[in-house]
């Protein structure tokens, strides 16, 4: 069954800024991911590089390169679509894994899947 779980508040996402991290166990195994604003809409992925399953952010939270176009993994150089997460250079092996996002009223919620759950402690 799908839930929607609060994410953060829609101001907290700026246009090619930092990203909002969040714990979830997926496939059975605790993991990070990001939350990002871009071209005005909200999306997220699994803090997973899809050449060697590691985090990608350089820096806590910055996934964007200087010109705010591509997300890179700092450790492979893989370059991801930020509107789809789709290869777009470098040593991917596919794309990162989405996570549904909803944005209403000055919200952001994400929305588990069956392998796709929120962390329980």
């Known amino acids: 069954m799908r839930e929607e779980i609060l994410l953060c508040s829609s101001q907290d996402l700026l246009e090619g ?7 979830v166990v997926y496939a059975g195994q605790a993991c990070r991911a990001f939350a990002i604003r871009f071209e005005g809409q909200v999306y997220a992925y699994l803090n997973r590089c899809s050449h060697v399953a590691m985090e990608m952010d350089y820096q806590p939270n910055r996934f964007f390169d200087d010109s ?17 997460g789709a290869c777009a250079g470098g040593p991917c092996r596919g794309g990162l894994v989405k996570i549904g996002l909803s944005e209403s ?6 929305h588990t899947a069956p392998n796709l759950k929120p962390v329980e402690f």
């Not at 800024?17 to 714990?23: M, N």
């Not at 700092?74 to 509107?83: E, L």
């Not at 009223?105 to 994400?110: D, Q, T």
């Open 105 to 110: 009223r000055g919200l952001v919620h994400w």
């Open 68 to 84: 705010g176009r591509w997300l890179l993994c700092a450790t492979h150089g893989a370059a991801y679509a930020p509107d789809s």
């Open 17 to 23: 800024g930092l990203a909002w991290g969040f714990d």
